[in-house]
Each structure stands twice: as C-alpha cells, then as structure tokens.
C-alpha cells in the first residue's frame, strides 16, 4: 500500500523542488495539507492536484 500522507521533506523530493519551497506553497496555500497533532502532513491528492494545476498553466 503506496502512503497517503507526506511529510514537506518528502514532498520535496517527490516534487524535485527545496523543502523550503514547499514550505512557501504550503503557506501560500499553493498545496494543501492537513494538521495531524503537531504535524503538518501533505496528503498524495495535494500532490497530484498541485502538479495538475501547473500543467494547466503550461498548456494555457
């Protein structure tokens, strides 16, 4: 079973971008998340939502 959530690190290096740019799409509200206690947590969908929107962009 593939994991549901992420931590921003890796995230990251699904994404091939810096933890801290991921960091700057989750306060921009550029990528969702979900708080799990103290931890903040990038669930899959965000991830494929996200790479959808900026191929969206590209083609538009």
Same mark, same amino acid.
């Given at each position: 079973? =593939?994991?549901?959530?992420? &931590?921003? $690190? =890796?995230?990251? $290096?699904?994404? %091939?971008?810096?933890?801290? %740019?991921?960091?700057?799409?989750?306060?921009?509200?550029?990528?969702? /998340?979900? %708080?799990?206690?103290? /931890?903040?947590?990038?669930?899959? &969908?965000?991830?494929? =939502?996200?790479?959808?929107?900026?191929?969206? &962009?590209?083609?538009?």
């Amino acid at each position: 079973m =593939e994991p549901m959530l992420f &931590t921003a $690190e =890796e995230a990251a $290096e699904i994404l %091939k971008i810096g933890r801290c %740019k991921v960091y700057d799409l989750l306060r921009n509200q550029d990528l969702r /998340s979900i %708080k799990i206690g103290g /931890s903040r947590r990038i669930p899959r &969908t965000a991830l494929e =939502e996200y790479v959808a929107r900026l191929l969206d &962009t590209e083609a538009a």
